[in-house]
């Protein structure tokens, strides 16, 4: 079990092929964090959204997470940038795979992770290394962030909300609080997407392009941020008895209609987003006396919110 963690310690030597682009989508001209605001947009703090830039998230692209007593986390996956291990994830949630199994380790300051403890339980039907969807060629950002940051050259947004980071050849999704992860042995291992991961303390940025990132929770964080922290080495609970249960793992399209969240994410591709971007990098006057022209994108994270 422990070699599938280590990962999450070791930034390994040998490096899988890179991982093709993800599928082209039609993209809008890029956005500058100083563009113009339009004269409707003044009305209110040029930041603030408008109703039409709060988009629908595919039910298909929402894993539910019940654990016992009830507690519900839900999970955005991101199939463009991970479309494999994606795949993976979706055929076990439809098998019921994680039913029953359980969260097993939670690393203060780090993540928490969830799956089979054991390793041994049977994943039928997924692929069984897939490729290494840790980053891919070119860049599809909207909205960029100022400045660059020890791990990236640029920093932005995809247009439907996911951030971003890239060195000008290539691009990949960076380690933010709440960004949900494929563990994996050593390379040339990629890990299956039975065992997730979440980052539950600051930002673990040096994982960036070594670990597949497949999404995001956007809903119920705290019941895992809360859990008793693990006392073996990488946060592993030292007895079984800590295990928390998970009860269900589901796709929302799977689960009656009544039943199914349903979620938006807040568009970038638009001028009031790019101010929101400004405002991050600059917080305003009374309580900030310095302005700092910059801001690390894991401090500046696309809202996501449950459909009104």
């Known amino acids: 079990m422990l070699t599938s963690l280590f990962a999450l310690l070791v930034l390994v030597q040998t490096q899988p092929a890179p991982s093709p682009a993800p599928q082209a989508v039609p993209q809008p001209s890029p956005v500058p964090v100083a563009a113009p605001l339009p004269a409707s947009a003044t009305a209110f703090n040029p930041w603030d959204a408008a109703a039409e830039d709060w988009r629908g998230i595919p039910a298909d692209e929402l894993l539910v997470m019940t654990l016992s007593g009830d507690r519900r986390i839900v999970i955005r ?8 291990h994606v795949d993976n994830i979706r055929k ?18 780090y993540v928490v992770q969830w799956g089979d403890p054991t390793e041994k339980k049977p994943q039928p039907g997924v692929v069984a290394n ?8 070119g ?71 070594n670990i597949a990132l497949a999404g995001r929770i956007v809903e119920g964080i705290e019941h895992l941020t809360v859990l008793p922290r693990g006392m073996e080495a990488l946060g592993i609970y030292d007895d079984p008895k800590q295990y928390v249960r998970i009860d269900t793992v589901r796709l929302a399209s799977e689960l009656p ?5 349903r979620f938006e994410y807040r568009a970038t591709d638009n001028p009031r987003f790019a101010a929101w971007v400004k405002m991050r990098e600059n917080r305003e006057p009374p309580f900030f006396t310095v302005q700092l022209g910059g801001a690390d994108i894991c401090n500046a994270m696309p809202a996501v919110r449950r459909t009104p």
């Open 130 to 137: 897939p490729p290494p969807e840790y980053d891919w060629a």
């Open 139 to 209: 860049w599809d950002g909207v909205t960029m962030l100022s400045r660059r940051d020890p791990y990236a050259a640029r920093s932005g947004y995809s247009a439907d909300g996911w951030p971003l980071v890239g060195d000008g050849d290539r691009s990949w999704m960076p380690h933010c609080y709440g960004m949900v992860g494929v563990a994996r042995d050593l390379a040339p291992s990629t890990g299956t997407g039975s065992d997730l991961y979440t980052v539950i303390g600051h930002g673990p940025r040096h994982l960036d392009r």
């Open 257 to 261: 209609v009544g039943e199914r969240p």
């Open 92 to 109: 076990l949630a439809v098998a019921q795979w994680w039913d029953g199994e359980s969260v097993y380790r939670v690393q203060d300051n």
């Open 77 to 84: 996956l991101a199939p463009r940038y991970a479309p494999v």
